[in-house]
């Protein structure tokens, strides 16, 4: 029985298939040809392999590559590992890691972060003795004496020489413009990075912008970053970028380019800040397109802060615009400035009339110019000082036969204004109401002022400005 069955499946098996069967066959085959596998990623392709990361939307990357990139670009031919792979297969991950860029991110990145004592680098510096350390030193310090003062890399080599002179040994190399100038870049470097992962670790970040013109008369941004390390708030220089168009999308663009520098984008922004602080020009505060408000659309929380000591200053040139003593006293003191600042034969003639009358000697400075109302009081005092000289001066010019009628003329009015008793006594009375005011506005423009600094300043100046009210009304 068993033997017939056997016999009898063989003959079954044996049957031919049918046309239609091996038909079908055939399409099944053309269709499993013509369809694709389906790739996924493996987690234990990540064994072994800690630079590799994998997401839905983007894919397999090297973070290492990814991280390092600025410093591997110049060895990298396929950016797939960079940007985001999506074929799924060994064989990829095999030709990445045996790439010459994946290999030298690899190397910065046992450098920098896992054995910075074991580094090249580090083995390079210990080799070199102490006195070697001793002389870069010098150089470096050099070098961000001259940064710091603004001064050109000519003066350099004669500073290295000065050093010379003064017994320290500082050796025959790196003693041009050149070195220095390679110098302030290492410098402004490890500042860089310094500045980035400060920013980088803190919670929390705001912004203070101000332009200004430079000598070419070209528009500049000036930018700093205010953020909060081991509980101590400081204050960083960011940089300073020319915006392309004097707008608000070109200011942005300057703020973005400078931030650029750090390694930070528009992300860091959204994420961490808090606080934005200018001036009042439109420009940076308009409510439908002010730099300000694009900051306010990227971040809603920003909180927007009006210089307090730009809306000081325009508080001061609104109160007194509208007096006409103001204007000649305006006109008296920028007088006085120009007629012995453009003419050494009168400054010179001005010190004499000092060395008469046994006083120190005090040239007018100028009380225009700059917004700051510290300058107009060293104005009045430097005027008050000299007054004596100057009158005195002011009356043998107009005497003189020979003097230049231009002179002459100039004198008389200036001496005419000088002899008034209601122009000085407003000066003097200007000089009582602005010391107050100066004192606050240094309060609020030092960087370590604190809140309660600021509201005893005012609280003081308020209550100097009602006791002169009310001694004159």
């Not at 680098?121 to 470096?140: G, R, V």
């Not at 020979?402 to 000066?427: C, M, T």
């Not at 609020?444 to 006791?467: E, P």
């Amino acid at each position: 029985m068993e033997k017939f069955l056997i016999n009898l499946k063989t003959k079954e098996s044996n049957k031919r298939p049918s046309d239609e069967e091996l038909q079908l066959g055939v399409e099944l085959e053309k269709r499993q040809k013509n369809t694709p596998a389906i790739r996924k990623f493996l987690q234990k392709w990540k064994v072994g392999r800690s630079w590799l990361l994998y997401e839905d939307t983007r894919g397999m990357w090297c973070f290492l590559c990814n991280d390092n990139y600025q410093k591997v670009k110049h060895l990298v031919s396929n950016r797939s590992m960079i940007s985001g792979c999506k074929s799924f297969k060994v064989e990829s991950l095999k030709y990445h890691e045996e790439s010459r860029a994946h290999q030298l991110a690899v190397e910065i990145h046992k450098n920098t972060i896992e054995q910075p004592m074991q580094s090249p680098a580090h083995h390079a510096l210990c080799k070199l003795d102490q006195e070697t350390q001793n002389k870069m030193a010098i150089l470096f310090r050099n070098t961000h004496a001259l940064a710091q003062n603004n001064k050109s890399f000519k003066d350099y080599t004669w500073l290295c020489e000065l050093d010379e002179a003064k017994g320290l040994t500082i050796g025959k190399t790196y003693r041009n413009p050149k070195a220095a100038k390679t110098f302030c870049t290492t410098i402004a470097e490890s500042e860089r990075r310094s500045l980035f992962t400060d920013i980088d670790t803190a919670s929390f970040l705001a912004l203070t912008m101000d332009g200004s013109t430079d000598a070419g008369v070209i528009e500049q941004e000036t930018i700093f970053a205010r953020y909060s390390k081991n509980g101590k708030v400081t204050t960083k220089f960011i940089g300073i970028s020319s915006p392309p168009k004097p707008y608000a999308d070109g200011i942005l663009a300057a703020l973005f380019e400078s931030l650029a520098r750090l390694n930070l984008d528009e992300n860091t922004l959204k994420q961490k800040l808090v606080g934005f602080g200018c001036d009042g020009a439109a420009v940076m505060l308009g409510r439908k397109s002010g730099v300000a408000t694009k900051l306010q659309e990227m971040q809603p929380s920003l909180l927007i802060t009006h210089c307090l000591v730009h809306r000081l200053e325009l508080a001061y040139k609104d109160a007194v615009k509208a007096i006409p003593l103001y204007d000649s006293a305006m006109v008296l003191l920028m007088g006085l400035y120009y007629f012995y600042k453009n003419s050494p034969k009168q400054r010179s003639n001005l010190c004499l009339s000092f060395d008469a009358l046994a006083q120190k000697k005090v040239v007018p400075t100028r009380v225009g110019g700059t917004r700051w109302v510290g300058h107009v009081v060293l104005a009045i005092e430097t005027f008050f000082k000299a007054y004596q000289a100057i009158v005195s001066h002011l009356g043998d010019v107009v005497q003189q036969m020979n003097s230049p009628k231009e002179a002459q003329n100039k004198a008389r009015g200036y001496l005419r204004l000088l002899k008034r008793a209601d122009v000085i006594a407003f000066i003097h009375l200007l000089l009582d109401v602005l010391r107050p005011v100066r004192n606050l506005s240094l309060t609020l423009q030092n960087r370590k002022t604190t809140l309660a600094d600021v509201h005893n300043k005012a609280d003081v100046a308020t209550s100097v400005l009602r006791q002169y009210q009310t001694r004159f009304t």
